[in-house]
């Protein structure tokens, strides 16, 4: 079964750091681009980092840019996000998610086919 | 960035009607837009990538169209199982950005 497993959230005071991971199983992880989204309490979804399948492009949020670093390792199947200097409206759920290349006539359509339950991060004093 | 508004915020139905739900994306983005719906306390579920290709084991009854700037998810026959809060995506470029949800309520 395809799956992927998200640890590491909890209570953080501002200004502290978390480490977040997700496990990934049932498929080849090596061979994917994986994303961070957050869905703070209430509201919708936004989109955090992108991390490719050999880690050679990164990019992320303007929200989180400077503070956030994502990361994975290939050989434990795994995908991090560290996350300092944390302020309170970093307080959401998140969720890891495997990104999907479809090939189109030229170029190529991604989306995001395969999400983890999430980890809920809380900042606040 | 580019900025996807999404109509109506909400949305209020009964079983078996007809349903559209409308993304616009603030600058052309071709066909790469998603749909996502989202039951409350779980992740998201991907219905629709390209802007119309389905996701397998979706139902048929979604469906989605669309290209440049203006999309459309339509469910074609409401069923109980479909109310939920439903979210556009633009994969276009990064950073990726998601629409304000639309949330399908029982009328």
């Known amino acids: 079964e395809v799956q992927l497993v998200e640890s590491g959230g909890g209570l953080v005071q501002p200004g502290g750091s978390l480490r977040l991971s997700c496990a990934a199983s049932?498929?080849?992880?090596?061979?994917?681009?994986m994303n961070w989204v957050r869905q703070a309490p209430g509201k919708g979804l936004e989109w955090v980092s992108y991390?490719?399948?050999?880690?050679?492009?990164?990019y992320y949020a303007d929200s989180v840019k400077g503070r956030f670093t994502i990361s994975r390792d290939n050989a434990k199947n795994s995908l991090y996000l560290q996350m300092n200097s944390l302020r309170a409206e970093d307080t959401a759920m998140y969720y890891c998610a495997r990104e999907v290349e479809v090939p189109a006539a030229y170029f190529y359509y991604y989306y995001m086919d395969v999400w983890g339950k999430g980890t809920t991060v809380t900042v606040s004093s | 960035d580019i900025q996807m508004t999404q109509s109506p915020s909400s949305l209020s139905a009964s079983v078996g009607d007809r349903v559209t739900i409308t993304c616009r994306a603030s600058q052309s983005i071709s066909s790469y837009l998603n749909w996502y719906q989202q039951k409350p306390g779980k992740a998201p579920k991907l219905l629709i990538y390209a802007a119309s290709g389905l996701q397998s084991g979706v139902p048929s009854r979604f469906s989605g169209s669309g290209s440049g700037t203006d999309f459309t998810l339509t469910i074609s026959s409401l069923q109980p199982e479909d109310f939920a809060t439903y979210y556009c995506?633009?994969?276009?470029?990064?950073?990726?950005?998601f629409g304000q949800g639309t949330k399908l309520e029982i009328k």
């Open positions: 991390i490719s399948s050999g880690s050679t492009t990164i």
């Open positions: 049932g498929f080849t992880f090596s061979t994917y681009t």
């Open positions: 995506q633009q994969t276009y470029s990064t950073p990726y950005t």
